[in-house]
Structure formats: C-alpha cells, structure tokens
C-alpha cells in the first residue's frame, strides 16, 4: 500500500506543476495615462447618429437654463463658507428662480437645509429668503453682481447682524 501512496504523491505533484506552468500568466499593470482611447475603432453611422443626438438634446436643455443655475457656495469676507445653494433658473420657460439652502457650518441634522422661500432677481441684484428652523423671519442674502460677474453683498441674519458676503459657482464634481 506503502508504494501506491508514494506513486500517487508523485503523480499529484507532477499533475500541480504541469498546472503551474500551463496556467496564464498576469498580464502587466498599464499606467492610467497611457490609455490612448483607441481600442473601440470608430463609429458606426447609427453610433453616431444616437451621439448626435444626445449631444443635442443635452444643448437644447443647456440653452433653456438661466445664468443662475447650478451649486452656489455663500461665503463670508474670511472665505467661511456659510451656505450652499442650489438654484433653479429656467429663465426661457416661466422665468421662474427657485433653490434649496444647506447651511455649511452647522454640519448635518435637523433645521439645516430647506428650501429657498423667496428668490428675485431684478437687474444686477438677487435676493434670497431661507428660513432656519423653525424662525418666523428669514435669513435674507442680498446681493449684487459686480462688472466682473462676482455676486457681493450681504447676509443679514434674524438678529439684525449683517456679514459682507459673496457667492461662486462651483463646479461639478
């Protein structure tokens, strides 16, 4: 029985090194940065035809938002930031501004964002109306657009406190 255990023992270890090298080897890690972009070839008439027309629809959408639209940071004359918006202007359709508020100091919870109660822009200035809590007056953001596309002014809180303020655009992502 002895030589039958010794000869299967051989047998397996030849069997699992003959696996070894007949198994695939990894491929080599590529760099992120050398990735070309050309591995798909190019376009079919109907790929490209859907491509168009996304990117169409996508611009037609694009052209019916106002200069308003998008995530704005509020922050004050240090570079606090106070406030986050997200504004909603289709300035073609209704003309219409509306938003929501995420105060940015106060960090997550109860009574830290709502939305915007009263959004007006009339020529180069903005006010914004947002209630924390459950306050009977508003936090009122008034601002106005400067010759260099900045939006300044002022934040005046319920207790009468007035803080120099300005407001920027972020970016996605």
Do not use: C
């Amino acid at each position: 029985m002895l030589p039958f255990l010794i000869l299967s023992a051989a047998l397996l270890a030849q069997d699992a090194s003959s696996a070894q090298d007949a198994a695939p080897s990894q491929p080599a890690a590529v760099d992120v940065d050398a990735y070309r972009g050309n591995y798909e070839g190019p376009k079919t008439a109907q790929e490209a035809r859907y491509d168009s027309s996304i990117w169409s629809a996508y611009a037609s959408k694009e052209s019916e938002m106002g200069g308003l639209e998008g995530s704005w940071i509020v922050s004050d004359g240090e570079g606090h930031k106070l406030v986050g918006l997200e504004l909603r202007s289709d300035h073609q359709i209704s003309g219409q501004l509306e938003g929501a508020w995420r105060a940015m100091q106060a960090g997550f919870g109860l009574n830290t964002s709502g939305f915007i109660s009263n959004l007006s822009l009339t020529g180069r200035d903005l006010e914004i109306n947002y209630r924390p809590g459950r306050q009977r007056s508003p936090n009122i953001l008034q601002l106005h657009r400067d010759t260099g596309g900045a939006w300044r002014g002022n934040l005046l809180d319920v207790q009468g406190h007035k803080t120099p303020i300005v407001m920027t655009k972020t970016s996605a992502g």
